[in-house]
T-cell receptor, first 110, second 113 residues
Framework: QKEVEQNSGPLSVPEGAIASLNCTYS??????FFWYRQYSGKSPELIMF????GDKEDGRFTAQLNKASQYVSLLIRDSQPSDSATYLC??????????FGAGTRLFVKA | DGGITQSPKYLFRKEGQNVTLSCEQN?????MYWYRQDPGQGLRLIYY???????QKGDIAEGYSVSREKKESFPLTVTSAQKNPTAFYLC????????????FGQGTRLTVV
C-alpha cells in the first residue's frame, strides 16, 4: 500500500462545475495535510493546508479532513480553465517526513 | 524578495560524471528538502535537513549526497552511482519539519547525455 494515494485521473469537469479531488493516507499518526497545484514543467505551489478534522475554506477552495477514515479531499468551486493542472496531496507523517501522492490531473473544459 | 533559488534550470550530464545542483533560500527557514520527480509521478524525497550540519536520508538517497554547511544553502550532488538520474529535481524549504508548508524552487531538469 502506498503511503499517500490519489486517483491519477484525468478528471475532466466543465467550466463552472465543482471539481472534487481525493487522497488517502496510511500513517494514522500523520499530522499535517497539504494540497499543491503544479502546472506542467513548473514547481508545485501551495493551495491549502489543513491540520484538524473538518472543513477549511479559502475562496473557491475547500479542504476536508477525516482522520478516522484517513481521507483528505479538495473541492474547487466554480472551476476555471486556469485551474487545469496536476494537484498533489502531501502528508506529513508522525515521523515528520512529508510524503507526496502521485497527483491527480484536472482538466476544466471551457 | 524572499524565496528559493535553484540553479541551473537545465543541466546535462555525461555518464559517469558527478554534478551538483544548487539550492539557496533567503526565507530564514530551518528545514530544507530535495525531491525528485519523474514524468507523470509525484515527488520522491531524496534528502532533508532540519538544521545546519545535519541531514537525513529520504526514500531514494542512493547515488546522491548533500551538505548543509550554511542555513541558506543545501546543494545536492548527483553521483555516478545514480544509474538513472534523468529527472526534474525540486528543492524546498519550510520553517520546520512539523506542521508547516513547503516552498519550492523553480526546479532543475537534469538530463544524461
Amino acid at each position: 500500500q502506498k503511503e499517500v494515494e490519489q486517483n491519477s485521473g484525468p478528471l475532466s469537469v466543465p467550466e463552472g462545475a465543482i471539481a472534487s479531488l481525493n487522497c488517502t493516507y496510511s500513517d494514522r499518526g500523520s499530522q499535517s495535510f497539504f494540497w499543491y497545484r503544479q502546472y506542467s514543467g513548473k514547481s508545485p505551489e501551495l493551495i491549502m493546508f489543513i491540520y484538524s478534522n473538518g472543513d477549511k475554506e479559502d475562496g473557491r477552495f475547500t479542504a476536508q479532513l477525516n482522520k478516522a477514515s484517513q481521507y483528505v479531499s479538495l473541492l474547487i468551486r466554480d472551476s476555471q480553465p486556469s485551474d487545469s493542472a496536476t494537484y498533489l496531496c502531501a502528508v506529513t507523517t508522525g515521523g515528520f517526513k512529508t510524503i507526496f501522492g502521485a497527483g491527480t490531473r484536472l482538466f476544466v473544459k471551457a | 524578495d524572499g524565496g528559493i533559488t535553484q540553479s541551473p534550470k537545465y543541466l546535462f550530464r555525461k555518464e559517469g560524471q558527478n554534478v551538483t545542483l544548487s539550492c539557496e533560500q533567503n526565507l530564514n527557514h530551518d528545514a530544507m528538502y530535495w525531491y525528485r520527480q519523474d514524468p507523470g509521478q509525484g515527488l520522491r524525497l531524496i534528502y532533508y535537513s532540519q538544521i545546519v550540519n545535519d541531514f537525513q536520508k529520504g526514500d531514494i538517497a542512493e547515488g546522491y549526497s548533500v551538505s548543509r554547511e550554511k542555513k541558506e544553502s543545501f546543494p545536492l550532488t548527483v553521483t555516478s552511482a545514480q544509474k538513472n538520474p534523468t529527472a526534474f529535481y525540486l528543492c524546498a524549504s519550510s520553517i520546520g519539519l512539523k506542521n508547516t508548508e513547503a516552498f519550492f524552487g523553480q526546479g532543475t531538469r537534469l538530463t544524461v547525455v
